[in-house]
């Protein structure tokens, strides 16, 4: 008679799964990420001519545009809820809930984010989730809505996503309303061919490698309280895969754009030698 018990490896294996891995809102997230990337791709072949173009700056244009996208349109939910998305502190489950920092918006009996749309809430208690900010019906408020669900499933791995935490609200301000504008420059420049794009890229390189690590320090010296690395996919897949990108891909921004600029320095370099050699 054929066993039908799973491996012991791939049961334990599956056993690190967790049991929302397959349901709509995680795969929808995820699928987010990806319509991105194919609208940051498409926009290249719209924008850029493939006969002067390099591979390498088709890539850079390519990583910006999603880079920019990103920043707008999740990271800019996420701030959205921080600001916008509130309910009072009583209608969320205490177990559950990121509690707002002291004085918040001048406000401490009330909470911000994402849980203030989709979290869990108390049962029996009056008025239910609250309506995130005054978007009115329809269409409008299902994107609200559905920005709060696809936060929530992030702050699985990151319970700060959820609520309202300085650091984090502090370096988004930046990325969305500074880095976000700059990588669409980057776009345009790679476009035109101004060289001028290789010092606007080592700018954004270098404060997405600081946000980074300045999103994750003051977790790891509180013994990342936060920060939920029980099962492979939120280790691997949202803490170090999605956040890892934001430090790989900069890093050879870094390296691409600062070889364009020491070229140039060494073409001046030798320009000048042999203008004193004549």
């Known amino acids: 008679m054929t066993s039908t018990t799973a491996p012991p490896l791939l049961e334990s294996f599956l056993n690190t799964l967790p049991p929302d891995l397959f349901d709509q809102t995680t795969l929808i997230s995820l ?30 244009f390519i990583w910006h545009a999603f880079d920019a996208l990103i920043h707008f ?26 509690i707002d920092p002291y004085n918040y918006l001048g406000r401490v009996d009330r909470v911000h984010g994402a849980q203030a749309v989709a979290g869990k809430f108390v049962e029996g208690v009056v008025g239910g989730p609250a309506k995130a900010g005054d978007v009115g019906g329809g269409f409008l408020e299902k994107v609200v809505r559905g920005t709060a669900e696809l936060w929530m499933v992030y702050a699985k791995a990151d319970k700060r996503w959820a609520g309202v935490d300085l650091s984090v609200v502090s370096l988004e301000l930046l990325t969305v309303f500074v880095v976000g504008p700059m990588a669409c420059w980057v776009c345009y420049d790679i476009a035109k061919k101004n060289s001028r794009v290789n010092i606007v890229m080592i700018m954004i390189a270098t404060a997405e490698i600081y946000g980074g690590w300045m999103t994750f320090c003051p977790e790891w010296l509180v013994g990342s309280v936060n920060l939920d690395t029980s099962n492979w996919m939120y280790l691997w897949l949202y803490l170090a895969f999605f956040n890892g990108l934001w430090v790989v891909i900069p890093a050879y921004v870094i390296y691409v754009a600062s070889g364009e600029i020491m070229g140039a320095f060494k073409v001046r370099d030798a320009a000048a030698k042999a203008k004193k050699s004549v």
């Not at 991105?36 to 493939?50: E, H, T």
């Not at 999740?74 to 990121?98: I, M, N, Q, V």
């Open 31 to 60: 699928a987010s990420t990806v319509a991105i990337l194919l609208a940051a791709y498409s926009l290249s072949r719209v924008a850029l001519d493939p006969k002067t173009t390099t591979s390498r700056y088709r890539f850079l």
């Open 73 to 98: 349109c999740l990271e800019g939910s996420f701030l959205y809820h921080c600001f916008f998305s509130t309910t009072p502190l009583g209608r969320l489950d205490p177990k559950e809930a990121f």
